[in-house]
């Protein structure tokens, strides 16, 4: 009987050690990779000519914009430590780009009288990730969302100023992530 329980107590130990770890960590690249952010570019098109309805709602353009959103892409970067950013892409391993097409703030809550009570901020990228080594791209996203839902009355009002910040935010979470995790 003892030979028996060691042999299955042997073999769990075995399998246990053996088995696979798990992690959220990127093995795409490693922790010495550079990465240069090249500051975002604002291509909102301010095309008016489009109807405007609940469901295409009015572009609009918030200036500096593209700043906030290139400035909140390195702070992740930086905040989560996996990638190096470098100040110049001479010295990059990979190189993102990204434009800013949009930012649309739409409509999500009526009240009785048909005013809105609730938006959502949207904003609106095109990015792509290039290995400068390779000369090869890696990956590209369009119409790549970040956004920021914001009640415009009662006790959780906020301005859409600070539902942008919190929508930059999102934004350069996502974008971390889809870099890092590239799942």
């Known amino acids: 009987m003892k030979k028996v329980l060691f042999f299955t107590l042997a073999i769990i130990v075995l399998i246990s ?6 992690s959220i960590r990127s093995l795409s690249y490693s922790r010495n990779t550079k990465i240069y952010v090249k500051p975002f570019e604002n291509k909102v098109d301010l095309n008016i000519a489009d109807e ?3 469901r295409y709602p009015y572009k609009l353009y918030r200036h500096r914009l593209e ?3 290139t400035d909140a892409v390195i702070n992740r970067y930086l905040l989560d430590g996996y990638l190096k950013v470098v100040s110049n892409e001479a010295g990059a391993d990979l190189v993102m780009n990204g434009e800013l097409t949009n930012y649309e703030k739409q409509p999500l809550r ?3 009288q048909s005013n809105i009570e609730e938006y959502r901020a949207n904003l609106i990228v095109n990015i792509t990730l290039r290995d400068t080594k390779k000369d090869v791209l890696l990956w590209q996203e369009n ?3 970040g956004y920021s839902e ?3 009355t009662g006790g959780q009002a906020k301005s859409e100023d600070a539902a942008i910040d ?4 999102d934004l350069a979470r996502r974008i971390i992530e889809r870099t890092v995790e590239d799942w």
Request: hydrophobic share 30%; glycine share 8%.
């Open 52 to 54: 405007y309805s609940d």
């Open 17 to 22: 050690l053996s088995s696979c770890g798990y």
């Open 67 to 69: 700043t906030k959103i």
């Open 110 to 112: 009526y009240d009785d």
């Open 166 to 169: 919190d929508a930059v935010e």
């Open 143 to 145: 119409g790549f969302v």
């Open 150 to 152: 914001f009640f415009t």
